[in-house]
């Protein structure tokens, strides 16, 4: 995004306590869904979204400007990370009934199963 000048305008994310984040160069802003979960979401210490992301897309880092392919990869990456919380989401469920002894954790091979 660029002033009047033609300058590139710094974009600034802001989060706020809903499942909503604000993209903001000052004077126009696009709000995004993003469930909480997502936000959320914290690897090695980092927020994903705020402290890799858009760290990585800023100007700061790049020297380009924010442009519209910029919020397109920010939506494909909170899709990601929509599937990503799910898919763990699951993953916790079977892995309680491991824990639990529910289920074995490693499958015997199937010559053992048949002689059982």
């Not at 990370?81 to 989401?89: A, D, F, K």
């Not at 699951?90 to 059982?116: F, K, T």
Request: charged share 20%; hydrophobic share 40%; proline share 6%.
């Amino acid at each position: 995004m660029l002033n009047k000048q033609g300058a590139p305008q710094f974009v600034k994310m802001q989060v706020i306590p809903n499942e909503t984040m604000i993209l903001s160069d000052g004077t126009v802003k696009i709000e995004i869904p993003c469930p909480l979960d997502v936000q959320r979401i914290n690897i090695s210490g980092y927020n994903i979204i705020k402290n890799v992301w858009m760290k990585f897309n800023s100007y700061d880092f790049t020297h380009c400007i924010f442009s519209r392919d910029d919020v397109i990869d920010l939506l494909n990456l909170i899709n990601k990370l929509v599937e990503y919380v799910s898919l763990v989401g699951e993953i916790d469920v079977v892995m309680h009934a491991v824990i639990e002894g529910q289920y074995p954790l490693l499958i015997p091979p199937a010559s053992r199963r048949q002689e059982e």
